[in-house]
């Protein structure tokens, strides 16, 4: 099993910066994706950037956060991330972190994902 935590998620104003951190413990060796997803009340969980994990060649963004956020991971240190800069009120959201068991043929959808963290709220106002 692996438990992931994240952290780091505010109130911040719009144009502003936020570096969410998602930290893996357990049985990480088989990790293949580690991902982000955001979900605001009412609606559906959306996919927002994933790395490869063992060497993060690899990284994958949604249309509407790229150029903005970017994904890394510490290996040494079980952790990853997920930099945010020119935060949107449309960034507000409770941002998750998960982790396939294996492989996996694409990062995208939610169901690939074997593991997930509680959340943290990012609130970004006007």
């Known amino acids: 099993q692996v438990q992931l935590v994240e952290s780091g998620g505010g109130l911040v104003q719009a144009g502003g910066s936020l570096r969410l951190s998602c930290a893996a413990s357990?049985?990480?060796?088989?990790?293949?994706?580690m991902g982000w997803f955001r979900q605001a009340p009412g609606k559906e969980r959306e996919f927002v950037a994933a790395i490869t994990w063992s060497d993060g060649s690899t990284a994958y963004y949604a249309d509407s956060v790229k150029g903005r956020f970017t994904i890394s991971r510490d290996y040494a240190k079980n952790t990853g991330y997920l930099q945010i800069n020119s935060l949107k009120p449309d960034d507000t959201a409770v941002y998750y972190c998960?982790?396939?068991?294996?492989?996996?043929?694409?990062?995208?959808?939610?169901?690939?994902?074997?593991?997930w963290g509680e959340g943290t709220q990012v609130t970004v106002s006007s």
């Open positions: 998960a982790a396939t068991r294996g492989w996996r043929r694409s990062p995208l959808p939610g169901s690939e994902y074997d593991y």
């Open positions: 357990g049985r990480t060796f088989s990790t293949y994706f």
